[in-house]
């Protein structure tokens, strides 16, 4: 429906000569009023999580641990969501797991893409030697399942939130290694890296300047994918006991800790699951719509 | 037909070294251990002695290639030493748990891989209709959707307010066939939600892929019948990438287990590593990775293997 029109409003600009040029903010916006439903839908969601996540203290009646009542209070009264096995306010443990899973996936995803982004072009730049060695690294990394290699190395390090983050970012800077790497690959033969090197630039720069502004769209691309993937892996961790540890308030294992009230047909558990499920699903909406947008890639032709 | 031995065993011939690979590597993680072993079992009490001990009895006092060798010749052999919470025998713990996780993860995939590859060749011959649009949306959340919360939503419905199934799959190596399987449908099902809708998605994606190439159009062209051109054309170039995204989801299904037993507290192999994890009896949780991970490396093997001899440009060669 929404895509017949994208394609005749494309063909008429192909026509016309090339339009001025239009400040960022413009053009984004009128990008995003053609945007499908969906991909609003996702936008709204994400923009939603991150003002809860950043206004956090002032958007919650208690305290992030502290306990206000006796446990499993029904909803309603002084506290809207009833409480926890703990007594504690479950709205606040969930505004403030909000703060707490996204940011603790947001920074794992940005190490992971540093990692792998980094070594992804390296791989591809110096070729030789170095490629080789990365990438059969990176073959053997990838063959143990990343769910059960990092069940793994939390046995042998300790459960705690910095071993965590970096465990998770290195495992899944495989999957961005691979990416970066292979878009890479078919910049480096550009004449304008070839121009650089001839120039005497360093590997810095030529990574940087030359071959990093190329590689963006499909990076971005995946950055959301790779978010959303942590996301559940941390989400997951968690609940199993493994991750985020008390009384860190965390929606992963927040369900852990309430579960029991699933046999009495009380709701509550399900909240920060859904929680963490409707964030993926915004995210991936987003994701998939950018990828229309910037791959070209219609399978509706 | 000689490429083809050819190709085939170089990719047994790469899959073998990977397996070693990754022995090396769960090993050789235990090692970078901080601190030690000994210390680590007996805690702050320990004496200077006792660990020295403790370390002769574990053969920690050997070098570490030593070991490693000495620790794969054992697990060829069905020994994966014992364990350090409960000192029992760790292969006698896992050959229960083994084959209940195989039982539940072969439930799941017959339910699964007919629904998924039929829902996808529907997507692709119907593109762009409001079904392909619909079961776009529907696929692309639930593969954000974490297990668990799948898992829940079941159990609310299904065992709490319907009273169908049962929440706790616990079954005993002597529970009846059908009364197995009664108990684990609804691990299996959230097993199947979760799975099938990345199966569809990549069995759409090849065949849209397959009926966009030439050939198609030309058989197209001369005025083929649609069944005609599906099952003798499309079909033959096809199986490579169903049978993949087959056997790939199948890797997939072995490590989603691990969550999903843990909601419904199914006494597989994914419990026990979690349960490892949490009491850090290291032996354990090794010999579980090495399981799951060579699992995951063979099903991957397979769907190599089975792509190559599948490729009809390969079975007859010019």
Same mark, same amino acid.
């Given at each position: 429906m929404s895509d017949s029109v994208d394609t005749t409003v494309e063909q008429t600009a192909d026509a016309l000569p090339p339009p001025p040029r239009q400040r960022g903010l413009s053009v984004a916006w009128r990008e995003l009023k053609k945007a499908p439903l969906s991909a609003k839908f996702g936008l709204l969601v994400i923009v939603g999580y991150v003002f809860v996540a950043l206004f956090a203290p002032v958007l919650t &009646?208690?305290?992030?641990?502290?306990?206000?009542?006796?446990?499993?209070e029904p909803w309603g009264g002084p506290f809207v969501l009833g409480t926890d096995n703990l007594g504690r306010d479950m709205l606040t443990r969930l505004i403030y797991g909000a703060r707490n899973t996204i940011g603790i996936a947001f920074v794992t995803t940005c190490l992971a893409f540093l990692i792998g982004g980094v070594a992804g072009i390296l791989a591809a730049a110096l070729a030789g030697w170095v490629d080789q060695a990365l990438s059969r690294l990176v073959d053997v990394l990838m063959a143990i399942p990343a769910l059960i290699f990092s069940l793994l190395l939390l046995t042998i390090f300790g459960t705690s939130i910095p071993t965590l983050i970096v465990i998770i970012a290195v495992l899944d800077s495989t999957r961005v290694f691979r990416l970066a790497r292979a878009v890479s690959l078919n910049v480096v033969v550009m004449d304008f890296v070839e121009a650089a090197r001839l120039r005497g630039e360093g590997i810095g720069w030529i990574t940087i300047r030359e071959v990093l502004p190329n590689i963006m769209p499909p990076l971005v691309a995946e950055f959301g994918l790779r978010f959303c993937f942590v996301f559940l892996t941390i989400a997951a961790l968690s609940f199993l006991g493994?991750?985020?540890? &008390?009384p860190t308030a965390d929606w992963g294992s927040m369900v852990r800790d309430n579960a029991t009230l699933i046999t009495y047909g009380d709701v509550t558990p399900l909240l920060p699951a859904g929680a963490i499920a409707l964030l993926t699903v915004g995210v991936n909406f987003v994701v998939d719509w950018f990828l229309h947008k910037t791959s070209g890639l219609r399978d509706e032709k | 037909m000689l490429k083809l031995v050819t190709l085939v065993a170089q990719r047994l011939g790469l899959g073998l070294l990977v397996l070693f690979a990754v022995s090396l590597i769960i090993f050789l993680g235990v090692e !970078? !251990?901080?601190?030690?072993l000994c210390q680590e079992i007996q805690g702050?009490?320990?004496t200077k002695e006792t660990v020295a001990a403790c370390r002769k009895e574990l053969g920690l006092d050997l070098p570490p290639h030593t070991r490693y060798l000495s620790w794969l010749a054992g697990i060829a052999q069905g020994d994966f030493g014992v364990s350090?919470?409960?000192?029992?025998e760790i292969s006698e713990l896992i050959g229960v748990r083994l084959s209940n996780t195989l039982f539940l993860a072969l439930v799941a995939a017959a339910i699964s891989v007919p629904l998924a590859l039929t829902l996808g060749i529907l997507a692709a011959l119907y593109r762009n209709t409001i079904y392909d649009r619909m079961v776009n949306v529907v696929t692309l959340t639930s593969i954000s959707t974490p297990e668990f919360f799948v898992a829940y939503i079941l159990i609310l419905f299904f =065992?709490?307010?319907?009273?169908?199934?049962? =929440?706790l799959s616990n079954v005993s190596p002597d529970t009846e066939f059908w009364d197995r399987v009664y108990r684990v449908i609804l691990p299996a099902t959230t097993l199947t939600l979760v799975v099938v809708a990345h199966m569809m998605r990549m069995t759409r994606a090849s065949i849209i892929n397959l009926l966009a190439s030439p050939y198609i159009e030309m058989a197209n062209l001369k005025g083929m019948s649609r069944s005609h051109i599906i099952l003798h054309h499309a079909l033959p170039n096809a199986w490579a990438p169903i049978v993949n995204v087959i056997v790939i989801n199948l890797a997939y299904l072995i490590v989603g287990v691990v969550v999903v037993e843990v909601v419904f507290v199914y006494p597989g192999l994914g419990q026990l590593i979690v349960d490892s994890v949490q009491k850090r009896d290291i032996p354990v949780v090794q010999a579980c990775s090495l399981i799951f991970a060579a699992t995951y490396v063979l099903l991957n093997l397979t769907a190599d293997i089975l792509s190559i001899i599948t490729n009809p440009r390969l079975l007859h060669p010019r």
């Open positions: &009646p208690y305290g992030e641990s502290e306990i206000v009542g006796s446990e499993f493994l991750g985020i540890q &008390p | !970078l !251990l901080p601190g030690d702050q009490g320990a350090l919470a409960n000192q029992r =065992s709490v307010k319907f009273g169908w199934f049962p =929440s």
